[in-house]
């Protein structure tokens, strides 16, 4: 009978143990968020969008990420320290239903910049009118 109490008593503490542990690492998440960017067009979060982030317009990447469903790139890793802005790439890795239009992309990434991810971490880029072509007629 004691042997049962005291299984039950160690399965009960690492049960809270192991509860409060997770809770604490979730706050800990929390508190230092991911760098992230995400690409909308006409209101809509736009998935499986490439963006290639570099320090100048023909210098080499310096991280990538693609956009989820949701149309959010997070980005893993991130330069230590940041520059000054980043200068942004964007291609599309569609299934085929769309594609990005490279010369509206490449006019509108000219001028786009973000700021460091320490400064803000969480960033928005709007594509212009005309950016996303559809392959597929519509019904």
């Known amino acids: 009978m004691a042997s049962v109490k005291q299984t039950s008593l160690w399965l009960m503490t690492v049960c809270v143990i ?3 542990g997770c809770d ?3 706050q800990t998440e929390s508190a230092n968020p991911t760098a992230s960017v995400q690409v909308v067009y006409e ?3 736009l998935a499986n969008v490439q963006i290639t982030l ?3 317009a023909d210098g080499p990447a310096l991280t990538r990420a693609i956009s989820d469903r949701r149309g959010v790139a997070r980005f893993s890793e991130v330069p230590d320290p940041e520059p000054t802005e980043y200068v942004v790439a ?3 890795l569609g299934d085929g239903g769309w594609m990005l239009d490279r ?3 490449s006019k509108f990434s000219d001028s786009l910049r973000l700021k460091p991810f320490s400064q803000s971490p969480n960033q928005i880029i709007e594509l212009p009118k005309r950016a996303v072509q559809l392959l597929s007629p519509t019904k």
């Open 24 to 26: 604490a690492a979730s």
């Open 18 to 20: 192991a509860t409060l």
């Open 103 to 105: 010369k509206v992309v």
């Open 43 to 45: 209101g809509e979060p």
């Open 90 to 92: 964007m291609e599309s």
């Open 54 to 56: 570099t320090q100048t």
